[in-house]
T-cell receptor, first 110, second 115 residues
C-alpha cells in the first residue's frame, strides 16, 4: 500500500532560524495536503498542492510539490514561537483516502 | 471552530465498561473518518464512512464498533478496551466524499484513558 515518509520527526530551532520538513511517497500522488496541529489541539488544514513542481506561499511558509509528484516540503522562514506544533503531510494516490505522514514536531526556543 | 464537534472531550473508562464517542459535523459533508492518535505514533486511520456507508475498516479490533446513522453524525462504540487503546480519537469530515481534492476538517478529539 501507499506509504508517506516524513522527516525529521522532531526539530528544535532557535527563534528566527529557518525550518524545513520533508515528505516522500512510495507512489505518485494526485495531490498533497499539509496540516498543522498545535500542542493539545487537532490537525488544521494549511494548503493543498496539485500540480507537478507547484510552489505556494503563505507569509513565511513555502510549500513545494516535486516534479515527479512523489515528494513535498514545507519551509518556514524565520520561525516564531507561534509556529510551534506538529506539521503533517497527507498524500492521495490511487485512493481518495489520504495517507498521513508521521508528522514533524517543531519546537522553537525563544 | 471547524464545524466538527466531538463529545465527550475527555473520557476515563475501565476495561469492562461500555462507552460511546460522538462526532457531529455541521458542514454538509458526506464523508466522515475516525482516526486514532497515540503518543509518538502517526495518525492511524480506523474507519471511513461515505454517504453513511462504511467504505474502510483498517483492520480495527472488534472492541471498536462504528455507527453512522446519517451523514452528520458518527459514533464510535467502545467495549472491553485495553490500556493500549488510550489515545486521542479524532473525527474528521470532508466535503464530497470520494474526491481526491477534498480537505479534511478535524474535530477537537476525545482524549480516552483506559484504566
Amino acid at each position: 500500500g501507499q506509504q508517506v515518509m516524513q522527516i525529521p520527526q522532531y526539530q528544535h530551532v532557535q527563534e528566527g532560524e529557518d525550518f524545513t520538513t520533508y515528505c516522500n511517497s512510495s507512489t505518485t500522488l494526485s495531490n498533497i495536503q499539509w496540516y498543522k496541529q498545535r500542542p493539545g489541539g487537532h490537525p488544521v488544514f494549511l494548503i493543498q498542492l496539485v500540480k507537478s513542481g507547484e510552489v505556494k506561499k503563505q507569509k513565511r511558509l513555502t510549500f513545494q510539490f516535486g516534479e515527479a509528484k512523489k515528494n513535498s516540503s514545507l519551509h518556514i522562514t524565520a520561525t516564531q514561537t507561534t509556529d510551534v506544533g506538529t506539521y503533517f503531510c497527507a498524500g492521495r494516490g490511487g485512493s481518495y483516502i489520504p495517507t498521513f505522514g508521521r508528522g514533524t514536531s517543531l519546537i522553537v526556543h525563544p | 471552530e471547524t464545524g466538527v464537534t466531538q463529545t465527550p472531550r475527555h473520557l476515563v473508562m475501565g476495561m469492562t465498561n461500555k462507552k460511546s464517542l460522538k462526532c457531529e459535523q455541521h458542514l454538509g459533508h458526506n464523508a466522515m473518518y475516525w482516526y486514532k492518535q497515540s503518543a509518538k505514533k502517526p495518525l492511524e486511520l480506523m474507519f471511513v464512512y461515505n454517504f453513511k456507508e462504511q467504505t474502510e475498516n483498517n483492520s480495527v479490533p472488534s472492541r471498536f464498533s462504528p455507527e453512522c446513522p446519517n451523514s452528520s453524525h458518527l459514533f464510535l462504540h467502545l467495549h472491553t478496551l485495553q490500556p493500549e487503546d488510550s489515545a486521542l480519537y479524532l473525527c474528521a469530515s470532508e466535503g464530497q466524499g470520494g474526491f481526491s481534492t477534498d480537505t479534511q476538517y478535524f474535530g477537537p478529539g476525545t482524549r480516552l484513558t483506559v484504566l
